[in-house]
């Protein structure tokens, strides 16, 4: 679960004396687990950004309990919507339009046969033939629906997206209880943050939420008056603001953060020889100089860095705004810098349990807030250390798959296949997966036009205890993938339909991501060529 939705979840139980547990799950097998070990207890499950998109009847369920599932990973799994009185989908009602949702009567059918074959027997022969007649007719109306439904599910499922973080739809469910807070909001919009930095909703998505469903809060907890409120050093002030969007740059050099940032790498070419080179030229044509760049952020006088944020942001033709929290003298934190940090605690590193990862998540979620020293130098060590490498490693893995030409076309696809070996605890984190592909394609396109309408396919080799397995995934093309706003994918359908076509192929899907798996490497070849004529739709 993604932390800032735990915490406001947990507040609320505590709230009303719930008593609780907490369980942490990395996939569908830790899901399965858990219910297979609680078998005995009868209680409530909350499922927090996990269990909406496959079929919770097929789990072991406990008997007698009731599971509340609020996911955003859409779509729903129908079976989860009208087959299971067990199971309640908590969604925003003004998504309803959005999901699409078939029929009940054109998925779910539940065909009865009041007659007895074996009476036949001892039924006069016309009655027989017109027993016959009746079934061969029913047959045929059942075949008749059945692949009616397949092609009315085949369109539902054909392409997986992301809803509102689940963050916000506890947030307004908190306002509702009379129990929202500063505190909850500021965890909400780091929520709201990890969904945009993580590329699971477009800019548009993200701004309309700002819009629509913060903005309440945001006149509730913004400070409109501080020298009225008390000592500044005493309070929690959440500010509503425009952001340049450079990863981590007030926690870094502004060079290094341009460096490695998608929309400078690709506007110039940094990964050539000549890439410093043009660097230095367009720094050199915005007015900055070197030593400015250069030198950590923060120590440059305010009045210099309100000029250097208002060139690139008017360079960078950029509207995007965020949450800012300020804690007294302990000095503003932006919202996307501790999303990031949170996001990366807790899926790396790989080595640590689920558990541990999720606890460092809450120290570092509560330290924005809380003005710990020890605690705050936590979080300005994981900013400066690594969010720095993860950004590193990502614009290293770009340039190196262009400089060595190993992305190729094949047929309805790119495919790439990195040839080096990528730390293990990178592979395994989701936030590093789409970033680096989606640069990747990006990247790619800008060296020649028509490289706009095919998707991307990338692999990555695992090595240690995972040595002879790659993680596998892709990024829709960039021609379409803001089309619709909701960032549609149709790459897990497409790995989910060459596992069908051959199940000898070993897979290994257990990621609530169906757009990212597992795949034996002797297996590749034969996965790549099947992998065609899925896109094709052979």
Known sequence: MKKPCGKTCFHLL????????????????????????????????ILINCGATRSLSRLQLPPDSIVYVLDSHRPFHIENVYAN????????????????LPDVDSVIREDSDDEDENDDEDA??????????????????????????????????????????????????????????AELMWYTSVGLNSAFIDKLISIERYTQICVDRMRPFVNRFM????????????????????????????????????????????????????????????????????????????SLPTE???????????EMDSSFATFFATLGYCGKLSACDVARAVTLKLEMPRHDSMLDRFQAGKMILQSSITGERQERLHLSHTLTSTCQRALQVSWKSVSAAINQSEII????????????????????????????????????????????????????????????????????PIATIYEDNLIKTCIGRAFERVKKMNPKIRIVDDSFNSDIIRLKSEDRTRFIDLLVHAFEGD
């Open 409 to 476: 076309s094949n047929g309805p696809y790119y495919l790439f296949t990195c040839a080096r070996a990528i730390d293990e605890d990178m592979l395994d984190s989701r936030h590093f997966l789409y970033n680096t592909t989606s640069f990747m394609l990006s990247a790619f396109a800008s060296m020649r036009k028509g490289r706009t309408a095919k998707p991307l396919i990338a692999m990555f080799p695992l090595n240690g205890e995972s040595a002879g397995w790659l993680v596998v995934t892709g990024v829709m």
């Open 14 to 45: 505590k709230c009303d004396d719930v008593p609780y547990s907490i369980r942490t799950v990395e996939g569908w097998g830790s899901v399965d687990k858990i219910f297979v070990e609680l078998q005995e207890q009868k209680c409530n499950y």
């Open 304 to 314: 210099q860095r309100k000029l250097v944020v208002d060139v690139l942001e008017k």
């Open 85 to 100: 009185e067990q199971v309640h989908l908590l969604i925003n009602n003004s998504e309803m339009a959005e999901l699409q």
């Open 223 to 298: 400070p409109r008056n501080i020298i009225n409120q008390g000592r500044v050093d005493d309070l929690l002030h959440i500010t509503f603001g425009r952001e340049l969007p450079l990863a981590i740059y007030s926690h870094w050099d502004l060079y290094n953060s341009m460096t490695v940032n998608e929309y400078f790498s690709i506007k110039t070419k940094n990964w050539t020889q000549r890439g410093d080179a043009n660097i230095r030229q367009l720094l050199t044509q915005l007015g900055i100089t070197l030593h400015e760049t250069k030198q950590k952020f923060e």
């Open 124 to 181: 006069p022969y016309e009655q027989q033939v017109e027993n016959v007649r009746r079934r061969a007719i029913r047959r045929e109306e059942m075949q008749v629906w059945e692949r009616q439904r397949n092609r009315i599910l085949w369109k539902y499922y054909e392409s997986t997206w992301f809803s509102s973080p689940s963050c916000v739809t506890l947030l307004e469910l908190a306002a509702e209880m009379n129990k929202v807070s």
